[in-house]
């Protein structure tokens, strides 16, 4: 059909940080759906925890201090990750690759104790429903974890490579600062009811 | 144009660097289109959005229209296997103590023609149709992470046929579509078929939720200027609510599925009584995905709807906003209802009555929607056409089961007739009257933009009452044969109970409503072959996918749409406003505001790779050796991480660089 020109958008900016960006979106759309997964799975537990009036049923305690290290280690890493996501905003090359490599060492640590966790829960997954669930909540954080600290990785080796030098691969940056913050913010509730909820009643 | 033509111009110096702060190298700039002549125009762009020749190409393509033409076709042959099996379950039905199948076979076959029905063709066919219409309709030049879009539909097939073949070698899951432990367990169901559904489900979910993803950010993201909240489309507002609904729901069946393959396969107890697990909590699990699935399939038919009936009625939609606000209330009230599935298993009274209200609640914005069509066709001056037909086919069968819904949901009801036939009546009714036929309508309403012909309007009235009488012969007595006490899910009945009569004519129905999607998939070929040009605006729609040529062009729109009006087509009759400055030599698209739509960023959008097939075969195959070894997670992570990293890994296109 006949067409008139009605506006020119000749100077729009190519890319844009946080919300103003497409990917900023996916990934909230991606953190919805696995904080969804989140959800469910801590609602099966509770589910389970409230059918059964002796909870735990009977299997010892966990060791919580291999998860208490890995929540402050998560805690303290959020730091780093804001001051990053400053210097991403600003495209500050050498800070950035600076901090990328400082949020890779503290994505691969937590990493590392929760190795130790795994065996501080005091039950295997086949024992009862109770191993089973912790044994899930656990796993599923740490396939998270896991996924997070690739990601990380990599983009920080592409950070020292020519493509760095891309508006884009700064938003990237942001991005990941924001996916972060969502590993450890689900962290949270996973620790309580593994290590503390049980302890209430 | 010769090729020195496009060099020249690609050397033009930077002219901008405006936004350019901070370590980033200048955005090289190539030519725009401001002031272009339009064969020029239609020249560059058509050497920048082309999907690259050959196989490599072919399977590299990340155009939306590319990609949901073969999400359709695909989602159609499920279809059509689907009804296969409903065929041979009819036939062995037809009369008493026939030996044609035994249980065994048929176990599989309505767990097959479920699972086909639900998972492989009714929600990826309203996907598919969304991947298509979606960009068209928001004015942009392609989805949302083109590339997870190419990624989800390998997923989708893969899973696909992972189920069929496994049916093929008797491998199939024969546990009902929603695989309720304990049989599924590892106690009561031995072998491999729960583990097929399990993982198969998981597996394909994944594509579902890339898909809605992907849907979400393009009409929150890439709507094209001027598109404001309140001049969205409705069908886009079915499809934005639809995917929220997906994004929420889906990921409970892939947790229900995944607890029941880690039961089974590493010795987990979630749903084990005998060691602090629970069985009910599969069925919560479940159902708090399947309701809203009715919806995930339910509303964008409803969008379809909204669409058709406009273009036919001759006038905008009455009561748009009313129409918006029910699409919402439905998609959260979608998750108000799981507990109706689970009457059955003794809930606690007062639990029981709240959801019986919630159920009937839902009819509130439901009856809205009705209003509004009936209030645009009464107030237009409807033509009537095939896609009119069908929706008034649904109208008709849609009231139907929406009575039978209402009557199961009170909790006496459904106790008496819970597992007879009259509730696989009831959800054919739903199913069948709320999705398949606004799917055909929509089917013969876009046709002609997808193919640029148009099908024939004699064989579609055929197609049309030949659909609506099969359909209803089939269906209708299954209540009448349910009150008498049928039992669903089994495979054949004893001569006594006098049910013969009945059942053969049932399944004569079934086999008349199979003949008549043959006649349209008859339609369908000749269409595409031999069908009259349709030119770009066959209905005189209103709507921007009418816009732009039929098919369109790889690039959606040679110059991105100004828009002003929910129907930008009849408001501006003389001339769509265009914008103009987007680079012609890379893949540029207009990322905009969230509410107001106001151009923000001219962003890239991804070039063709192969990687997401790659990704998809290296996820596939881990799922598939999962179903063996839960080792299969370990060896599949470092080809997945392989296959990631080359997918996003730049590789010096422009469009990877700025
Ligand atoms: C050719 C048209 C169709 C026919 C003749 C047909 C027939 C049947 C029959 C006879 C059953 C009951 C089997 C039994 O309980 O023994 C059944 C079950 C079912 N049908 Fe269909 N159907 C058709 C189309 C569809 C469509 C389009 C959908 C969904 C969009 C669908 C979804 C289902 C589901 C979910 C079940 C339940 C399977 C189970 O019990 O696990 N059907 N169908
Ligand atoms: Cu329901």
Same mark, same amino acid.
């Given at each position: 059909?006949?067409?008139?020109?009605?506006?020119?958008?000749?100077?729009?900016?190519?890319?844009?940080?946080?919300?103003?960006?497409?990917?900023?979106?996916?990934?909230?759309?991606?953190?919805?759906?696995?904080?969804?997964?989140?959800?469910?799975?801590?609602?099966?537990?509770?589910?389970?925890?409230?059918?059964?009036?002796?909870?735990?049923?009977?299997?010892?305690?966990?060791?919580?201090?291999?998860?208490?290290?890995?929540?402050?280690?998560?805690?303290?890493?959020?730091?780093?990750?804001?001051?990053?996501?400053?210097?991403?905003?600003?495209?500050?090359?050498?800070?950035?690759?600076?901090?990328?490599?400082?949020?890779?060492?503290?994505?691969?640590?937590?990493?590392?104790?929760?190795?130790?966790?795994?065996?501080?829960?005091?039950?295997?997954?086949?024992?009862?429903?109770?191993?089973?669930?912790?044994?899930?909540?656990?796993?599923?954080?740490?396939?998270?974890?896991?996924?997070?600290?690739?990601?990380?990785?990599?983009?920080?080796?592409?950070?020292?490579? @020519?493509?760095?030098?891309?508006?884009?691969?700064?938003?990237?940056?942001?991005?990941?600062?924001?996916?972060?913050?969502?590993?450890?913010?689900?962290?949270?509730?996973?620790?309580?009811?593994?290590?503390?909820?049980?302890?209430?009643? | 144009?010769?090729?020195?033509?496009?060099?020249?111009?690609?050397?033009?110096?930077?002219?901008?660097?405006?936004?350019?702060?901070?370590?980033?190298?200048?955005? @090289?700039?190539?030519?725009?289109?401001?002031?272009?002549?339009?064969?020029?125009?239609?020249?560059?762009?058509?050497?920048?959005?082309?999907?690259?020749?050959?196989?490599?190409?072919?399977?590299?393509?990340?155009?939306?229209?590319?990609?949901?033409?073969?999400?359709?076709?695909?989602?159609?042959?499920?279809?059509?296997?689907?009804?296969?099996?409903?065929?041979?379950?009819?036939?062995?039905?037809?009369?008493?103590?026939?030996?044609?199948?035994?249980?065994?076979?048929?176990?599989?076959?309505?767990?097959?023609?479920?699972?086909?029905?639900?998972?492989?063709?009714?929600?990826?066919?309203?996907?598919?149709?969304?991947?298509?219409?979606?960009?068209?309709?928001?004015?942009?030049?392609?989805?949302?992470?083109?590339?997870?879009?190419?990624?989800?539909?390998?997923?989708?097939?893969?899973?696909?046929?992972?189920?069929?073949?496994?049916?093929?070698?008797?491998?199939?899951?024969?546990?009902?579509?929603?695989?309720?432990?304990?049989?599924?367990?590892?106690?009561?169901?031995?072998?491999?078929?729960?583990?097929?559904?399990?993982?198969?489900?998981?597996?394909?979910?994944?594509?579902?939720?890339?898909?809605?993803?992907?849907?979400?950010?393009?009409?929150?993201?890439?709507?094209?200027?001027?598109?404001?909240?309140?001049?969205?489309?409705?069908?886009?507002?079915?499809?934005?609510?639809?995917?929220?609904?997906?994004?929420?729901?889906?990921?409970?069946?892939?947790?229900?599925?995944?607890?029941?393959?880690?039961?089974?396969?590493?010795?987990?107890?979630?749903?084990?009584?005998?060691?602090?697990?629970?069985?009910?909590?599969?069925?919560?699990?479940?159902?708090?995905?399947?309701?809203?699935?009715?919806?995930?399939?339910?509303?964008?038919?409803?969008?379809?709807?909204?669409?058709?009936?406009?273009?036919?009625?001759?006038?905008?939609?009455?009561?748009?906003?009313?129409?918006?606000?029910?699409?919402?209330?439905?998609?959260?009230?979608?998750?108000?209802?799981?507990?109706?599935?689970?009457?059955?298993?003794?809930?606690?009274?007062?639990?029981?009555?709240?959801?019986?209200?919630?159920?009937?609640?839902?009819?509130?914005?439901?009856?809205?929607?009705?209003?509004?069509?009936?209030?645009?066709?009464?107030?237009?001056?409807?033509?009537?056409?095939?896609?009119?037909?069908?929706?008034?086919?649904?109208?008709?069968?849609?009231?139907?089961?929406?009575?039978?819904?209402?009557?199961?949901?009170?909790?006496?009801?459904?106790?008496?007739?819970?597992?007879?036939?009259?509730?696989?009546?009831?959800?054919?009714?739903?199913?069948?009257?709320?999705?398949?036929?606004?799917?055909?309508?929509?089917?013969?309403?876009?046709?002609?933009?997808?193919?640029?012909?148009?099908?024939?309007?004699?064989?579609?009235?055929?197609?049309?009452?030949?659909?609506?009488?099969?359909?209803?012969?089939?269906?209708?007595?299954?209540?009448?044969?349910?009150?008498?006490?049928?039992?669903?899910?089994?495979?054949?009945?004893?001569?006594?109970?006098?049910?013969?009569?009945?059942?053969?004519?049932?399944?004569?129905?079934?086999?008349?409503?199979?003949?008549?999607?043959?006649?349209?998939?008859?339609?369908?070929?000749?269409?595409?072959?031999?069908?009259?040009?349709?030119?770009?605006?066959?209905?005189?729609?209103?709507?921007?996918?009418?816009?732009?040529?039929?098919?369109?062009?790889?690039?959606?729109?040679?110059?991105?749409?100004?828009?002003?009006?929910?129907?930008?087509?009849?408001?501006?009759?003389?001339?769509?406003?265009?914008?103009?400055?987007?680079?012609?030599?890379?893949?540029?698209?207009?990322?905009?505001?969230?509410?107001?739509?106001?151009?923000?960023?001219?962003?890239?959008?991804?070039?063709?790779?192969?990687?997401?097939?790659?990704?998809?075969?290296?996820?596939?195959?881990?799922?598939?050796?999962?179903?063996?070894?839960?080792?299969?997670?370990?060896?599949?992570?470092?080809?997945?991480?392989?296959?990631?990293?080359?997918?996003?890994?730049?590789?010096?296109?422009?469009?990877?660089?700025?």
């Amino acid at each position: 059909m006949n067409q008139r020109p009605a506006i020119d958008l000749a100077d729009l900016p190519t890319f844009g940080h946080g919300p103003r960006s497409p990917t900023w979106w996916g990934t909230l759309g991606f953190m919805a759906l696995e904080g969804m997964g989140f959800a469910l799975a801590a609602g099966a537990y509770l589910y389970l925890a409230t059918l059964w009036p002796n909870w735990r049923l009977s299997a010892p305690a966990p060791n919580h201090w291999p998860g208490t290290i890995v929540t402050l280690l998560l805690v303290v890493s959020l730091v780093p990750n804001h001051m990053l996501n400053r210097y991403a905003k600003q495209c500050a090359m050498g800070p950035v690759r600076i901090g990328m490599v400082v949020m890779s060492l503290l994505g691969l640590a937590p990493l590392i104790v929760r190795w130790f966790e795994f065996p501080a829960l005091n039950i295997y997954w086949d024992t009862n429903a109770y191993g089973s669930m912790i044994w899930v909540l656990l796993g599923l954080h740490t396939t998270h974890l896991i996924t997070d600290v690739g990601d990380t990785i990599v983009l920080t080796v592409l950070m020292f490579t @020519r493509h760095g030098y891309s508006g884009r691969r700064f938003g990237d940056v942001g991005d990941n600062v924001f996916y972060w913050d969502f590993v450890v913010l689900t962290w949270i509730p996973i620790y309580l009811l593994i290590y503390w909820v049980p302890r209430l009643g | 144009m010769s090729s020195a033509d496009l060099t020249s111009e690609r050397d033009l110096p930077p002219e901008r660097e405006a936004s350019a702060r901070g370590d980033i190298a200048p955005e @090289r700039d190539g030519p725009r289109d401001t002031g272009m002549d339009d064969a020029s125009l239609h020249r560059w762009l058509a050497r920048t959005w082309r999907t690259p020749p050959g196989i490599i190409g072919a399977l590299s393509s990340v155009d939306h229209k590319v990609i949901a033409r073969r999400y359709l076709i695909t989602a159609f042959l499920f279809l059509c296997l689907g009804g296969l099996n409903a065929v041979a379950m009819r036939i062995q039905l037809s009369g008493p103590q026939r030996g044609l199948i035994g249980p065994d076979l048929y176990n599989q076959l309505f767990t097959m023609h479920g699972v086909t029905m639900m998972f492989l063709f009714a929600v990826p066919i309203v996907q598919a149709t969304g991947i298509y219409l979606v960009p068209l309709m928001v004015g942009t030049r392609n989805i949302a992470f083109p590339r997870l879009n190419a990624f989800g539909y390998w997923v989708y097939v893969s899973g696909g046929l992972f189920a069929w073949v496994s049916f093929a070698l008797s491998m199939a899951p024969d546990v009902g579509w929603f695989a309720y432990v304990p049989l599924s367990g590892p106690e009561f169901g031995p072998g491999k078929r729960a583990d097929v559904w399990a993982q198969m489900i998981t597996y394909t979910e994944v594509s579902s939720l890339a898909v809605a993803v992907a849907t979400i950010v393009t009409v929150l993201k890439q709507r094209a200027p001027g598109m404001s909240l309140d001049k969205i489309p409705l069908y886009v507002w079915a499809l934005l609510v639809t995917s929220f609904v997906v994004v929420f729901a889906m990921p409970a069946v892939m947790i229900t599925s995944t607890f029941l393959i880690l039961d089974r396969l590493v010795g987990t107890h979630i749903f084990n009584p005998a060691e602090g697990g629970d069985a009910l909590l599969f069925q919560h699990l479940f159902w708090f995905f399947g309701h809203p699935e009715v919806y995930i399939i339910f509303l964008p038919a409803t969008g379809m709807v909204s669409s058709i009936i406009p273009a036919f009625a001759r006038r905008p939609a009455f009561g748009h906003l009313g129409l918006v606000l029910s699409l919402i209330a439905v998609g959260f009230l979608s998750f108000g209802l799981w507990v109706h599935h689970m009457f059955a298993t003794g809930l606690p009274k007062l639990g029981a009555s709240f959801f019986t209200a919630s159920s009937m609640l839902i009819a509130i914005p439901n009856g809205v929607q009705i209003f509004c069509w009936l209030a645009t066709l009464w107030d237009g001056r409807p033509v009537i056409r095939t896609p009119l037909l069908f929706v008034f086919g649904f109208f008709f069968t849609f009231v139907i089961g929406g009575l039978t819904g209402v009557m199961l949901a009170s909790v006496p009801l459904d106790l008496q007739v819970h597992d007879t036939y009259f509730v696989v009546a009831h959800f054919h009714y739903v199913l069948i009257g709320g999705s398949v036929f606004p799917l055909l309508g929509a089917a013969y309403f876009w046709f002609p933009k997808i193919t640029g012909r148009m099908m024939s309007e004699r064989l579609g009235r055929w197609h049309f009452w030949l659909a609506l009488v099969g359909f209803n012969a089939a269906f209708f007595p299954m209540h009448i044969v349910g009150l008498w006490g049928m039992p669903r899910r089994v495979y054949t009945y004893p001569a006594e109970l006098g049910w013969e009569n009945i059942n053969l004519f049932i399944s004569a129905g079934a086999v008349l409503f199979f003949l008549s999607f043959v006649l349209f998939a008859f339609n369908l070929v000749h269409g595409a072959l031999r069908g009259t040009p349709a030119g770009d605006n066959p209905w005189d729609a209103g709507t921007l996918e009418w816009a732009t040529s039929s098919p369109p062009p790889s690039y959606n729109f040679a110059r991105i749409p100004v828009v002003t009006n929910v129907e930008p087509l009849w408001a501006e009759r003389v001339a769509l406003p265009v914008a103009s400055g987007l680079r012609v030599d890379a893949r540029e698209l207009i990322i905009s505001t969230v509410a107001e739509a106001h151009p923000d960023i001219r962003e890239k959008s991804a070039t063709p790779s192969i990687w997401p097939l790659l990704a998809a075969i290296a996820v596939g195959a881990t799922f598939l050796y999962s179903i063996f070894t839960p080792w299969a997670i370990v060896w599949g992570a470092a080809p997945i991480a392989v296959t990631l990293v080359g997918w996003f890994w730049p590789k010096g296109d422009p469009e990877d660089e700025e």
